[in-house]
């Protein structure tokens, strides 16, 4: 590991010798690239005109759309809708509050160099969550009392899915180490966990906490709706979590939980120090996988009538008033999905690179 | 091993450290009658042994023979069926507490180094002490960086394990194990999983901190360490302990068969 000041050569490469070497290396690579540089060419033309130059983006209503192009007043027209669903126009700001420091915490995961970035970090973690709980349903501190049945869009989507990925990490971990445990009661109670949650669709789970849930209840306790969507996702999403932590635990050689116990780390400090750390670092990409789908499994609390931003745009393309409208909303929807998905999916690239101790077994 | 630095550390302070204890102390270690299976394997068959403080056990013998189930059982890393295993006055029994306090005093070397690759090489020596002895977190760091001055590496301390060579790993260990501050030592053939070139440079820690008056039990088969800083040679075969002598006396005049065979191999390249 000597600092050195030579630098390996570089390869310097024209133009020309760059599409030489990586589009027309061979005669398949050759014939390959001008097939897809004639796709590309085709298609991308009458895709930008949809999308920009015949498309329309100002205007009130439907009549405003040529319909050569997309419609995308449509989206801005029920932007709001899409983002809040039913939530109060002046108490929207509460909900802006939360993106606002949404994007406080997790902008500066991106950047390399921000000061305290971790603290930002820990924030979203634990201060957002807390400070969302308020906020949100209000009720406390002079807030004005929104239902849950009003709250709906983007909003939805990323309530459901911050909490589902907050609270099935832990409990995830939790079930892992109880699948491993040597307690034959905490394993076996792991077991059973774990492998009934994981074989039932996410479609049941949430008509079962919608539908049966109530009924095991006792008088007089009862849940919202979205509050047992809530709990039947993280615990659904925590036995997928659980099998991808212990997928990690099984990779750390044994020589690892033996040196934790000759410096006479106790069993929690043993995890928490030594072995979790190493085995959740392993396991980012299936994590990470997890998350993501988790995010956009959320699409499904539609079935049980609660309206994420899939179900704001699906009910609003049905609605008369706008017509041939369903693309333009389907596109913005995944174009939504994917922004945070992407995020997600960098972010754990950058903290894998971060990680990255030069150890490789 | 012909290190004529080292055959003097032997004959000075060495011997007089653990002579110094001698009568007053039962023993650190007290092993006595103590049978471990594996399944139905018999692995350790009624193994006694009595270590006393700043003394220096070298264990041997063939593969296989049980050495280290028999370290590994005086921490508790593998647990015995019968018999009594007492160190420092505290019983290993099942329970949970017996065996901390245990662990705290008695530090173990690995034949695989075992570093916690996911940290420095001062976190790995800080992390006992700070969680376990909760000791200040700069007064930690400090007597780490004694540790690893007295290995030879401070210089490494803000590296990863893995940017380390073997023998800079098992220097770290030996630091890391060194600064729960313990009464024994444990070794298990520290010096196995090293290349040639490396093995020096741990042995010569390990001399060193055998001069230290330190308790210590070592599996190696580098004869060389055992006749310069061993009290004692423990030979073990199937299980059992075969034969328990000085050095001197073991590698000049075994008295059992097993013994001159196993010394007979061993030497011979
Ligand atoms: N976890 C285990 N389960 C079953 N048998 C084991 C286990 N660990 C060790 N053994 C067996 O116990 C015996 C003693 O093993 P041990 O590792 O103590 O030998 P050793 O003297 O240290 O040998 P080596 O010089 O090869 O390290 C061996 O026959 C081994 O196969
Ligand atoms: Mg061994």
Known sequence: MTESTMKPP????????????????????????????????????????????????????????????????????????????????????????????????????????????????????????????????????????????????LMLTLILAYIGILASLPIGVLLALGRRSEMPIIRGLSVVFIEVWRAVPLI??????????????PEGMNFEKLMRALIGITLWQSAYMAEVI??????????????????????????????????????????????????????????IGLFDVLGTVQSTVTDPAWQNVAVEGYVFVAFCFWIFCFGISRYSQNLERKLDTGHKT | MGNPMTEQTQTSEVKSSAQGET??????????????WYGDFHVLKDLNLTVKQGERIVICGPSGSGKSTFIRCINRLEEHQQGKIIVDNVELTDDIRHIDTVRREVGMVFQHFNLFPHLTVLENCCLSPIWVRKVPRKEAEASAMEYLERVKIPDQAHKFPGQLSGGQQQRVAIARALCMKPKIMLFDEPTSALDPEMIKEVLD????????????????????????????????????????APPHDFFSNPQEARTQQFLKQILAH
């Open chain 2, 23 to 36: 009568g007053k102390n039962p023993g650190i270690i007290r092993v006595e009658g103590m049978h471990k």
């Open chain 1, 10 to 153: 570089k390869k310097a490469l024209t133009p020309v010798k760059w599409m030489r070497e990586h589009l027309f290396s061979t005669w398949y690579n050759s014939l390959l690239t001008v097939v897809v540089g004639y796709l590309v060419v085709t298609s991308v033309g009458p895709l930008l005109n949809w999308a920009l130059f015949d498309a329309n983006f100002q205007g009130a209503d439907a009549s405003d759309c040529s319909g050569a192009g997309a419609c995308w007043l449509f989206i801005s027209q029920r932007l709001n809708f899409f983002i809040y669903g039913f939530y109060p126009d002046e108490l929207q700001w509460r909900v802006d509050i939360m993106f606002l420091l949404l994007a406080v915490a997790f902008v500066p995961q991106f950047i390399e160099r921000f000061p305290g970035r971790k603290w930002f970090g820990i924030f979203g973690m634990t201060g957002l969550p807390v400070i969302g709980y308020f906020l949100i349903p209000g009720g406390n501190f002079g807030l004005e009392t929104v239902e849950s049945t009003k709250w709906g869009g």
């Open chain 1, 204 to 217: 049941t789970v949430l008509f079962m906490a919608s539908v049966m849930l109530p009924l095991f209840l």
């Open chain 1, 246 to 303: 212990r997928g990690g635990l099984q990779a750390i050689p044994r020589g690892q939980y033996e040196a934790a116990d000759a410096l006479g780390l106790g069993y929690w400090k043993k995890m928490g120090l030594v072995v979790l750390p190493q085995a959740l670092k392993l396991v980012i990409p299936g994590i990470v996988n997890t998350f993501i789908s988790l995010f956009k499994d959320t699409t499904l609390v539609l079935i």
């Open chain 2, 205 to 244: 820690v390990m001399i060193e901190l055998a001069g230290s008056g330190m308790t210590m039990l070592c599996v190696t088969h580098e004869m060389g360490f055992a006749k310069t800083v061993a009290d004692r040679v423990i030979f073990m075969d199937g299980g059992e302990i075969v034969e328990e």
